[in-house]
Nanobody
Framework: QKQLVESGGGLVQPGGSLTLSCVTS????????MNWYRQAPGKGRELLAS????????IYENSVRGRFIISRDNAKNTLYLQMNNLKPEDTAVYYC????????WGRGTQVTVSS
């Protein structure tokens, strides 16, 4: 079965940085675009960024443009999200996603930005 496992979340002060990881299994990671979403409490799930199978990135959410970097390591079947200059409004559960006929999701990792 397809599995996606996020890690790297935690509590960070405003202006700080975190890097999230998503380790995948159950499919040929190198063939598929990958996505990062986030969901704040009481809000809908928001698409942040996507990356093609060969590493071409697209940022969809203007509020993270210039601060977040999506990348991947196909040899490790792992997707990354480097988050810089974090703000309180970045507080959310961050999810890894792949669409292969249907969407597959990790369980998410909590990022809390607070002083």
């Amino acid at each position: 079965q397809k599995q996606l496992v996020e890690s790297g979340g935690g509590l960070v002060q405003p202006g700080g940085s975190l890097t999230l990881s998503c380790v995948t299994s159950g499919f040929d990671f190198s063939l598929w675009p990958m996505n990062w979403y986030r969901q704040a409490p009481g809000k809908g799930r928001e698409l942040l960024a996507s990356i093609t199978n060969i590493g071409m990135p697209t940022i969809y959410e203007n509020s993270v443009r210039g601060r977040f970097i999506i990348s991947r390591d196909n040899a490790k079947n792992t997707l990354y999200l480097q988050m810089n200059n974090l703000k309180p409004e970045d507080t959310a559960v961050y999810y890894c996603n792949v669409y292969i006929t249907e969407s597959y999701w990790g369980r998410g990792t909590q990022v809390t930005v607070s002083s």
